[in-house]
């Protein structure tokens, strides 16, 4: 089992930056590639990036490429969300995932372990 704790939501002016955190607890978090996810009001949950085992492959939506970075300290067991420049359409319930292997994926079925979530609102 792992449990995933995020934090750092918040409101936020178009332009401006937040920094996600992901707490892991419970079984070894380094062997497990992480996933940041995201879900606006009526819409699907959707991917935003992912990082691998190592940090060494680290995919995102093309929608925050450039704009958001993915990082993780094993040592501390979280893993972080970066965003900058965010824009009113990053509004949205943002969610940590945790796979039970070490490659980083898109595809939100591959992840087995899932926070709360954390709200994240971008004024316009």
């Known amino acids: 089992q792992v449990q995933l704790v995020e934090s750092g939501g918040g409101l936020v002016q178009a332009g401006g930056s937040l920094r996600l955190s992901c707490a892991a607890s419970g079984r070894t978090f380094s062997f497990s590639a992480m996933g940041w996810f995201r879900q606006a009001p009526g819409k699907e949950r959707e991917f935003v990036a992912a990082i691998s085992r190592f940090g060494g492959r680290t995919p995102y939506a093309d929608s925050v490429k450039g704009r958001f970075t993915i990082y993780r300290d094993n040592a501390k067991n979280t893993v972080y969300l970066q965003m900058n420049s965010l824009k009113p359409e990053d509004t949205a319930g943002y969610y940590c995932?945790?796979?039970?292997?070490?490659?980083?994926?898109?595809?939100?079925?591959?992840?087995?372990?899932w926070g709360q979530g954390t709200q994240v609102t971008v004024s316009s």
């Open positions: 995932a945790a796979k039970d292997s070490p490659a980083a994926a898109i595809n939100l079925k591959d992840y087995t372990y």
